[in-house]
């Protein structure tokens, strides 16, 4: 009778991490999306989730994306947090205007790296930033 040697189990490889857009990248996307007057039509069309595409339909006169009616003087992104685990990220976004005073909002990203990033959510709440 001869016994064949067995090769020792193969142990399964680590469950790699899904792959998650960092700060530094989040960052640099709210930076070209919103430049320094705000989103063009193409930003607007290719780099926008679909629900808040959605919510920008219906809001004509109120600009979503900029949390405004008018185009800003200035846009300055703030320091990007993000919850891995929860595969978001967000920024606050400062627009500056010739005429009053500087508004805040918060931008949201989806940082699922499998699939081009892309803004997913606006929140226009004044005091939450």
Partial sequence: MTLAASAPAATPA?????????????????????????PRPWERKHMVGDALKKRVEKNKKYDVLLCAQNAPRDIA???????????????????????????????????DASKPIKLTQIDCSPGRH
């Fill in 14 to 38: 680590p469950k790699k991490a899904p792959a998650r857009y960092n700060a530094e990248e989040v960052h640099h996307f709210l930076e070209g999306f919103y430049g320094n007057h705000g």
């Fill in 77 to 111: 992104i703030g320091r990007v947090t993000t919850a891995q685990s929860a595969r978001v990220g967000w920024a606050t976004v400062t627009t500056m205007w010739n005429r009053g005073p500087n508004q805040h909002f918060t931008a949201y990203v989806d940082l």
